[in-house]
């Protein structure tokens, strides 16, 4: 029986029927891609336009007020090192159309990076009249640090693989689930590894606790703040550390405490009052404000009290850490999230809200089994540890994904079989890895992937 990941080997290039004709690439705005480049998703390796070797030896630190992106940065342009700013754009053409030719404070930007070419070309240079050299990242790398496939969703209705599936012995079919999802764990693991290559382990972590606490509409949001402020820097106050999360939030004012009900303003009195003495040094500026999205967000769920809870697990970092990488797994991080207190959040929703007569968790068990998921089992799962394998597939599957319920529909159509694949977290990740390794990629809508015809590999015991 042949392996998930020798069989999308076996597919991947025969002439070009699940790589050409996809959408053309719609860029992000700057703030997603500068999170992406910052937390190493697209390597430290490239090439300038004019062909130099370059390597990002320090990627820097984000830069809060006006300037270039990031600050302290330190590339490798054939063989010799260069100290100083990076710059992010689109386009090349941004670095004249922004005015940083001009700026002095562009002067000491050593790397222009840009992410889409122009018709015409642009000479990047400072107000000294120097020359930054300028990379442009490659499309495909850009799709592979956002996860992009080439198809944005596939029709809900059975593919061309239902046939043989519904042919095929169940005990195939669990092998097949299986080996996709140790794919998908694999995955998640590269992209873990290049986070921890280029900032090291505790800001992985970091990083990846304020990503589930994100959750979708404010993923990015969280994954900005947690990089902008690293769990290092932060610990270095940990009395301080809340104060400056909300500020740098864009959460606080100078009349908050006066807005909000009796029992909470001396809560956010003290919030400001630490707050407004490093204002200077970490408010973003305007562009460069944390992008929230407020709405259809339950109350439990609004991004100040998931922020407060990415503070109060700041605050206890080393527990967490502990926790995290304890054999003792769900039971041992469940319960430091069952004693998770604090005097003000775990009795109100947001910072004016009144005070709530119940106690109110300050993680969820939905999110903590996101984590468990998509962060920390990946790294358990990579040693192929029996013992890893069976707990993670007794998790529970989360509710049903839009894309989730797609796959399943391409795959089994409305049968008895479906439901049964629909139960685990693990089937729930490996149904999204089939769904964006073949229905994604394929955009001839079923008629040309040739997985249907791969699945007869699957069982053959010669293969």
Same mark, same amino acid.
């Given at each position: 029986?042949?392996? /998930?990941?020798?069989?999308?080997?076996?597919?991947?290039?025969?002439?070009?029927?699940?790589?050409?004709?996809?959408?053309?690439? !719609?860029?992000?705005?700057?703030?997603?891609?500068?999170?992406?480049? #910052?937390?190493?998703?697209?390597?430290?390796? #490239?090439?300038?336009?004019?062909?130099?070797?370059?390597?990002?030896?320090?990627?820097?630190?984000?830069?809060?007020?006006?300037?270039?992106?990031?600050?302290?940065?330190?590339?490798?342009?054939?063989?010799?090192? +260069?100290?100083? @700013?990076?710059?992010?754009?689109?386009?090349? %053409?941004?670095?004249?159309?922004?005015?940083?030719?001009?700026?002095?404070?562009?002067?000491?930007?050593?790397?222009?990076?840009?992410?889409? %070419?122009?018709?015409?070309?642009?000479?990047?240079?400072?107000?000294?009249?120097?020359?930054?050299?300028?990379?442009?990242?490659?499309?495909?790398?850009?799709?592979? @640090?956002?996860?992009?496939?080439?198809?944005?969703?596939?029709?809900?209705?059975?593919?061309?693989?239902?046939?043989?599936?519904?042919?095929?012995?169940?005990?195939?079919?669990?092998?097949?689930?299986?080996?996709?999802?140790?794919?998908?764990?694999?995955?998640?693991?590269?992209?873990?590894?290049?986070?921890?290559?280029?900032?090291?382990?505790?800001?992985?972590?970091?990083?990846? +606790?304020?990503?589930?606490?994100?959750?979708?509409?404010?993923? $990015?949001?969280?994954?900005?703040? @947690?990089?902008?402020?690293?769990?290092?820097?932060?610990?270095?106050?940990?009395?301080?550390?809340?104060?400056?999360?909300?500020?740098?939030?864009?959460?606080?004012?100078?009349?908050?405490?006066? !807005? @909000?009900?009796?029992?909470?303003?001396? /809560?956010?009195?003290?919030?400001?009052?630490?707050?407004?003495?490093?204002?200077?040094?970490?408010?973003?500026?305007?562009?460069?404000?944390?992008?929230?999205?407020?709405?259809?967000?339950?109350?439990?769920?609004?991004?100040?009290?998931?922020?407060?809870?990415?503070?109060?697990?700041?605050?206890?970092?080393?527990?967490?850490?502990?926790?995290? %990488?304890?054999?003792?797994?769900?039971?041992?991080?469940?319960?430091?999230?069952?004693?998770?207190?604090?005097?003000?959040?775990?009795?109100?929703?947001?910072?004016?809200?009144?005070? %709530?007569?119940?106690?109110?968790?300050?993680?969820?068990?939905?999110?903590?089994?996101?984590?468990?998921?998509?962060? $920390?089992?990946?790294?358990?799962?990579?040693?192929?540890?029996?013992?890893?394998?069976?707990?993670?597939?007794?998790?529970?599957?989360?509710?049903?994904?839009?894309?989730?319920?797609?796959?399943?529909?391409?795959? +089994?159509?409305?049968?008895?079989?479906?439901?049964?694949?629909?139960?685990?977290?693990?089937?729930?990740?490996?149904?999204?890895?089939?769904?964006?390794?073949?229905?994604?990629?394929?955009?001839?809508?079923?008629?040309?992937?040739?997985?249907?015809?791969?699945?007869?590999?699957?069982?053959?015991?010669?293969?």
């Amino acid at each position: 029986m042949t392996k /998930y990941s020798e069989l999308l080997e076996s597919i991947s290039l025969p002439e070009g029927r699940l790589q050409e004709g996809g959408a053309s690439l !719609e860029l992000p705005d700057e703030l997603h891609l500068q999170a992406l480049w #910052f937390a190493g998703q697209m390597g430290r390796d #490239f090439q300038t336009v004019d062909g130099k070797s370059v390597r990002v030896i320090q990627f820097g630190h984000w830069n809060h007020g006006a300037g270039p992106d990031f600050l302290h940065a330190a590339v490798e342009i054939e063989g010799e090192v +260069f100290a100083g @700013a990076l710059e992010l754009d689109h386009r090349a %053409s941004s670095w004249e159309a922004h005015g940083h030719a001009v700026n002095p404070a562009f002067n000491e930007v050593v790397l222009h990076v840009v992410f889409a %070419s122009d018709e015409l070309d642009y000479y990047t240079r400072t107000a000294e009249h120097r020359e930054v050299p300028r990379v442009c990242v490659p499309e495909s790398v850009i799709r592979e @640090a956002m996860d992009l496939p080439l198809v944005e969703m596939a029709d809900a209705h059975p593919g061309r693989c239902f046939q043989p599936l519904a042919k095929m012995e169940s005990r195939h079919v669990d092998t097949l689930l299986l080996e996709a999802a140790k794919h998908r764990a694999a995955r998640k693991l590269r992209r873990r590894q290049r986070v921890i290559d280029v900032l090291g382990g505790d800001e992985w972590l970091w990083q990846a +606790f304020a990503e589930t606490m994100g959750y979708r509409p404010n993923k $990015l949001a969280m994954t900005l703040l @947690a990089q902008r402020f690293s769990i290092q820097h932060l610990r270095e106050d940990t009395e301080s550390l809340e104060s400056v999360l909300f500020g740098a939030a864009g959460f606080l004012s100078v009349d908050i405490h006066k !807005e @909000a009900a009796a029992d909470s303003q001396d /809560y956010l009195r003290g919030l400001w009052e630490r707050w407004w003495q490093v204002r200077s040094e970490y408010e973003p500026t305007p562009e460069r404000a944390i992008p929230w999205q407020f709405a259809s967000i339950r109350p439990v769920n609004h991004p100040q009290r998931r922020l407060a809870c990415l503070a109060r697990v700041a605050q206890r970092w080393q527990d967490f850490k502990k926790r995290c %990488s304890d054999q003792a797994g769900v039971e041992s991080l469940t319960e430091f999230f069952q004693s998770l207190r604090h005097p003000f959040w775990s009795y109100h929703y947001t910072l004016k809200s009144k005070r %709530s007569d119940k106690l109110l968790a300050l993680m969820g068990r939905d999110r903590l089994q996101d984590f468990q998921v998509n962060h $920390l089992l990946p790294v358990k799962l990579a040693a192929d540890d029996p013992g890893v394998w069976q707990c993670y597939q007794k998790i529970t599957a989360p509710a049903l994904s839009e894309k989730v319920d797609k796959a399943s529909v391409r795959l +089994f159509g409305d049968t008895p079989r479906r439901k049964i694949y629909l139960k685990k977290a693990w089937q729930h990740q490996a149904l999204l890895q089939i769904y964006q390794d073949f229905c994604l990629r394929d955009v001839s809508d079923c008629e040309n992937c040739p997985f249907p015809e791969q699945l007869a590999q699957w069982c053959d015991p010669r293969s």
